[in-house]
């Protein structure tokens, strides 16, 4: 019951984007979604997998339990880790400048990606790839990319952790309809930070990020400069982030599945050769739900020198690193201390070893040994709240929703009027007994504090997502400075806000 409403939603939206998005539904099975990778036509990745019943299997939302019937899955690939290297991500190459912009084009349309030895994987992405295309924008430049969208679907593009306006925003109404052509433009003006891209369709956002819409967006800025910290080939952006691949090394979209192939950077657990000196690792989990707990094998700690919105006041210097999804975590890891030839592995606290670094490289000697200064940068001072907000996380007495404040995501209601310039106080409490994660567009926020107690120091910078413990409470505070126009909040695991409408508008009013 509860579980058949939440798939009509997902229906619903399917029906709403257009279904050509949807070749492969689990009725398909694995023969369609195994096909798709063979098939010389356009063809897609998957789509949500239908009704069907089954045994209370997952554990990621009450109304999903069991989408697949018992044994109707494909069969897991069965891979070998540590056989690919991890690849760079590729540089975006504008296609013209000006004394103010840099100007890119790239189009959302289905591809193949070598996630793993064996049969290539359908996939949908910008530009036809798993990870689109990693932009480097500068601080204080403009930053304009013209999309067509080149799938038979709707897309929306957001630029997460941006502070763009509400037009170049990615409201998840606001699509760009299959065939058609538009720009975003972002201004950049803001702190240096690792962000990324990815698409905010209504009710669709979770199966089109699972099929590869998702891309970084690092924001240099001058500013960071005088730190000296690794930089060029020793700073190294990975996207990780899990997936379910049948045996056909196809992606397989049911979310109450246990996703236990880790990508980094595209390729099944990989290996990374790295040479004995420092470099600057960007961390984005960009999985659907999976919560990261990152840690390095021989019991190292790791610097954590940024997180969501840039650099920390000061380095936080833990054994972990967690990040839930979407969040980012910038870590410097020296590997002077190793002796060539070590392998040390990347581990997550559920899935284990999930990427390797093999000290193998000759480089060039450290030009900046030591250790990073005890302070990294000076935040802006907390402005006066003027007004406090309570947000409170729900599930609906059937079990099929997550509510914000009593209400699943209607793009025409507003939750949130807030007039710009107003600094606010956000109370985030969760009733429902889950865990989950809270984003808000347009602002880097502050986090005050969690359960009542002041955050640690990873959570000390900006951020634009923080976890909420089940059955806890976050404070956080945000100035609106400017861009009136509608914007959304919402939990950051897709499926919550894809399928159970965990989601709410709020419009900065002029
Ligand atoms: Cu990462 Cu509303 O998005
Ligand atoms: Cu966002
Ligand atoms: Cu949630």
């Not at 492969?24 to 195994?34: F, L, N, P, Q």
């Not at 798993?130 to 799938?151: K, M």
Request: glycine letters at 10%; charged letters at 15%; hydrophobic letters at 40%.
């Amino acid at each position: 019951m509860k579980r058949r409403n939440v798939l009509k939603m997902a229906a619903a939206a399917s029906t709403s984007a257009g279904a050509g998005l949807l070749v492969v539904g689990r009725g398909a099975g694995a023969s369609g979604a195994s096909g798709a990778a063979g098939a010389t036509t356009a063809g897609a990745a998957v789509g949500p997998a239908a009704a069907g019943e089954g045994p209370d299997s997952g554990d990621l939302m009450p109304g999903m339990k069991g989408m697949a019937k018992p044994g109707d899955a494909p069969a897991p690939a069965q891979l070998t880790p540590f056989v690919d290297a991890m690849p760079r991500l590729v540089d975006a190459v504008p296609v013209s400048a000006t004394a103010d912009t840099d100007y890119y084009a790239t189009s959302i349309k289905s591809g193949y990606a070598q996630l793993a030895p064996g049969k290539p994987t359908a996939v949908i992405g910008y530009g036809g790839s798993f990870i689109g295309p990693l932009i480097r924008a500068q601080r204080g430049r403009q930053v304009a990319i013209t999309y067509t969208n080149d799938t038979t679907a709707g897309a929306v593009v957001h630029l997460h952790g941006g502070h763009v306006p509400s037009p170049s925003d990615g409201f998840p109404t606001d699509e760009l309809a299959a065939g058609a052509t538009r720009t975003y433009t972002y201004p950049n003006q803001q702190r240096g930070a690792t962000l990324w891209y990815h698409d905010h369709l209504h009710m669709m956002e979770s199966v089109n990020v699972y099929n590869g819409m998702h891309a970084m967006y690092i924001l240099h800025d001058p500013a960071e400069d005088w730190l000296n910290l690794p930089s060029g080939r020793y700073d190294v952006p990975v996207l990780l982030r899990d997936a379910y691949l049948d045996a056909d090394n196809a992606l397989y979209y049911d979310p109450t599945l246990d996703w236990t192939v880790l990508l980094a950077n595209g390729k099944n657990r990989p290996y990374f050769p790295v040479g004995r000196r420092k470099y600057r690792f960007r961390f984005l989990n960009a999985s659907n739900h999976r919560f990261l707990t990152l840690s390095l094998s021989d019991g190292s700690s790791l610097v954590q020198i940024a997180g969501d919105g840039g650099l920390l006041p000061a380095p936080a210097v833990s054994p972990t690193l967690a990040l839930s999804s979407a969040e980012r975590g910038e870590v410097i890891m020296d590997f002077s201390k190793y002796p060539m030839g070590t392998q040390l592995y990347l581990l997550d606290s559920v899935l284990g070893q999930i990427l390797r670094f093999d000290v193998t490289e000759t480089c060039a000697p450290e030009p900046h040994p030591g250790p990073q200064p005890a302070a990294l940068s000076t935040l802006p001072t907390l402005k006066q709240a003027t007004n406090t907000r309570d947000i409170t996380l729900s599930l609906s007495a059937d079990g099929n929703y997550f509510y914000i404040n009593g209400q699943t995501f209607d793009p025409n209601v507003v939750m949130a009027s807030i007039p710009v310039g107003t600094t606010e106080i956000w109370q985030v409490t969760d009733v429902s007994g889950w865990e989950h994660n809270f984003h808000i567009h347009l602002v880097q926020f502050r986090v005050l504090d969690i359960n009542g107690a002041a955050p640690g120091p990873s959570m000390q910078g900006l951020k634009d997502t923080v976890p909420i413990p089940a059955n806890g409470s976050v404070r956080l505070q945000a100035t609106f400075a400017d861009y009136p126009g509608k914007y959304v909040f919402h939990c950051h695991l897709l499926e919550h806000a894809s399928y159970t409408g965990m989601m709410a508008r709020m419009d900065i009013t002029a």
